[in-house]
């Protein structure tokens, strides 16, 4: 459906990355918005700045999508200020990039209480209030698709991410709720930047195999998507043919590639 045919939408994660420039970009095509995330006041000036008309509502939350019933309240309160959403668009998620034996187990379970429990509490939320015809997509990975060197608990909850919206599809489908599942590869975004910073050579090794994209790219390429109602919508042209690899070579070949790769970055120079 047209983005243009929506009205209202709600976007988790929404104060920084994609999900700042998927609230914006709804913002300048005329839709109500409303964002969720941690640091809510870093959204509203640029939603404010973006919209068409004054008349356009823009409001921001502070939630933690880990928590139920915190999401419940913030898009009950949503729907009173802004009206039922046509499309909520889950980016709220966390990284962690450390080798397993690196990985404390409170790290493990937080990244899986953010990115997969939070996924499945923001659709407990949105699916009640979707409005006929409406969306519900989930941000998850590439990483989703490919394991990937010290990403343990980052790929576990995205793969966790993509069952999860494989069914949803099934189940909302006769309800006429729209279920995508976003998998970007590397994206230009405050978080990766952090993750450059920490991550071990060998993630960075793998990583180079897809590619990075700038925001803007990857956000039209979701919108596009999102409008032409895709289920799995992988934004960057390494990215697809990654996850195509991944998923149709046979796997002493893929698993061959990772491990030649792991051994090539792990040399002491």
């Given at each position: 459906m047209?983005?243009?045919?929506?009205?209202?939408?709600y976007?988790?994660?929404?104060s920084?990355?994609?999900?700042?420039?998927?609230?914006r970009?709804?913002?300048?095509?005329?839709?109500?918005?409303?964002?969720?995330?941690?640091?809510?006041e870093r959204?509203?000036?640029t939603?404010?700045a973006?919209r068409?008309?004054k008349?356009?509502?823009?409001f921001?939350y502070a939630?933690?999508?880990?928590d139920a019933?915190?999401?419940?309240?913030?898009?009950?309160?949503a729907?009173?200020?802004c009206?039922?959403p046509?499309?909520?668009?889950?980016?709220?998620?966390?990284?962690?990039?450390?080798?397993?034996d690196?990985?404390?187990?409170e790290?493990?379970a937080?990244?899986?209480a953010v990115?997969?429990v939070?996924?499945?509490?923001?659709?407990a939320?949105a699916v009640?209030?979707?409005?006929?015809?409406?969306?519900?997509?989930l941000?998850?990975?590439?990483?989703?698709?490919v394991?990937?060197?010290?990403y343990?608990?980052?790929?576990?909850?995205?793969?966790?991410?993509?069952?999860?919206a494989?069914?949803?599809r099934?189940e909302l489908?006769t309800?006429?709720?729209?279920?995508?599942?976003?998998?970007?590869?590397?994206?230009?975004?405050?978080?990766v930047?952090?993750?450059?910073?920490?991550?071990?050579?060998?993630?960075?090794?793998?990583?180079q195999?897809?590619?990075?994209?700038?925001?803007?790219?990857?956000c039209?390429a979701?919108?596009?998507g999102?409008?032409r109602?895709?289920?799995?919508i992988i934004p960057?042209?390494?990215a697809?043919?990654?996850?195509?690899?991944?998923?149709?070579?046979p796997?002493?070949?893929?698993?061959?590639v990772a491990?030649?790769?792991?051994?090539?970055?792990?040399?002491?120079?």
């Open positions: 047209p983005i243009d045919a929506w009205s209202c939408a976007v988790t994660g929404g920084s990355g994609i999900g700042l420039e998927m609230a970009r709804c913002a300048d095509r005329g839709l109500d918005v409303a964002v969720f995330s941690r640091r809510p959204a509203l000036e939603l404010r973006a068409r008309s008349d356009q509502r823009v921001a939630t933690d999508v880990s019933t915190a999401v419940r309240t913030a898009f009950d309160r729907t009173a200020d009206g039922p046509d499309l909520v668009f889950n980016s709220a998620g966390i990284v962690s990039a450390r080798a397993f690196a990985l404390p187990g790290e493990f937080r990244v899986i990115n997969l939070g996924s499945r509490n923001v659709a939320a009640p209030l979707l409005r006929p015809g409406g969306t519900l997509a941000v998850a990975s590439l990483a989703g698709h394991g990937c060197y010290g343990a608990a980052y790929a576990a909850s995205k793969f966790g991410v993509i069952g999860l494989e069914v949803l099934i489908a309800r006429g709720i729209a279920v995508a599942v976003i998998c970007p590869p590397e994206v230009e975004t405050p978080m930047e952090y993750e450059r910073k920490v991550r071990p050579p060998q993630t960075t090794a793998m990583k195999l897809a590619g990075t994209l700038a925001v803007g790219p990857a039209s979701i919108l596009r999102l409008e109602g895709r289920f799995m960057g042209r390494l697809r043919a990654t996850a195509a690899l991944q998923r149709y070579a796997r002493r070949i893929t698993q061959g491990d030649w790769i792991v051994a090539r970055s792990s040399r002491v120079p």
